[in-house]
């Protein structure tokens, strides 16, 4: 299993933008799709995007689609999630996943769900606020 640790996050105002960084360590972290969740106050956990293990496909959630990108520096074990135009509703703590297999499922179910997913970051808080 590979290990994660995320960096990143804070306090911003809406329209502002932010990035977040995983760092992976333990195994060849290509061969691992990774994804993002967030966790609003007091609502369950909530998919927000999937980058394959090469970085070629990503996968998003419709709220955040053409707002938030995920992308990957394999040679370094990174994987960012770069967040852009965030609104009041984005806050959460946000989590970087991720799990053996570096393709994509075909199902949007699949990869979206975060029992699918069996190496989890600490977290970090993301709160968007003027």
């Known amino acids: 299993q590979v290990q994660l640790v995320q960096s990143g996050g804070g306090l911003v105002q809406p329209g502002d933008g932010l990035k977040l960084s995983c760092a992976a360590s333990g195994s060849t972290f290509s061969d691992y799709r990774t994804a993002w969740f967030r966790q609003p106050p007091g609502k369950d956990r909530e998919f927000v995007g999937v980058?394959?293990?090469?970085?070629?496909?990503?996968f998003y959630a419709t709220s955040v689609q053409g707002r938030f990108t995920a992308s990957r520096d394999n040679a370094n074990n990174l994987v960012y999630l770069t967040m852009n135009s965030l609104k009041p509703e984005d806050t959460a703590v946000y989590y970087c996943a991720a799990e053996l297999g570096g393709v994509l499922p075909p199902s949007s179910r699949a990869r979206s769900d975060p029992n699918k997913y069996h190496s989890w970051g600490q977290g970090t808080q993301v709160t968007v606020s003027s």
């Open positions: 980058i394959s293990g090469t970085g070629r496909s990503a």
